[in-house]
């Protein structure tokens, strides 16, 4: 089993940066795909991105590509979102989930964290 725990998260002005962080425990990472995700309130959830634990390739969603960056810590069993450029419009509260298939359908991932809250102020 994996469980999942975010932080990094708090409270920026517009252009700035900020580094989320997702802890990982149990078994079996190098068989998953480690998702990142997003929900503003009154908004559905949105996809972000993921990295395949195994080799580190990602897949982002259009509307961060360019400005977000994920990556990985072996040693650390971490995920990291670093993000760039921040808008506004980026606030939200940040998940972190994994699943075995290469996917930004949240229903697909089978593990998450507890989120963490991410501000944007202009």
């Known amino acids: 089993q994996v469980q999942l725990v975010e932080s990094g998260g708090g409270l920026v002005q517009a252009g700035g940066s900020l580094r989320l962080s997702c802890a990982a425990s149990g078994r079996t990472f190098s068989r998953y795909r480690m998702g990142w995700f997003r929900q503003a309130p009154g908004k559905e959830r949105e996809f972000v991105g993921y990295?395949?634990?195994?080799?580190?390739?990602?897949y982002y969603a259009d509307s961060v590509k360019g400005r977000f960056i994920i990556s990985r810590d072996n040693a650390k069993n971490t995920v990291y979102l670093q993000m760039n450029s921040l808008k506004p419009e980026d606030t939200a509260v940040y998940y972190c989930?994994?699943?075995?298939?290469?996917?930004?359908?949240?229903?697909?991932?089978?593990?998450w964290g507890q989120g963490t809250q991410v501000t944007v102020s202009s």
């Open positions: 990295i395949r634990w195994s080799d580190g390739s990602t």
């Open positions: 989930a994994a699943t075995i298939y290469d996917t930004p359908a949240p229903h697909l991932y089978t593990h």
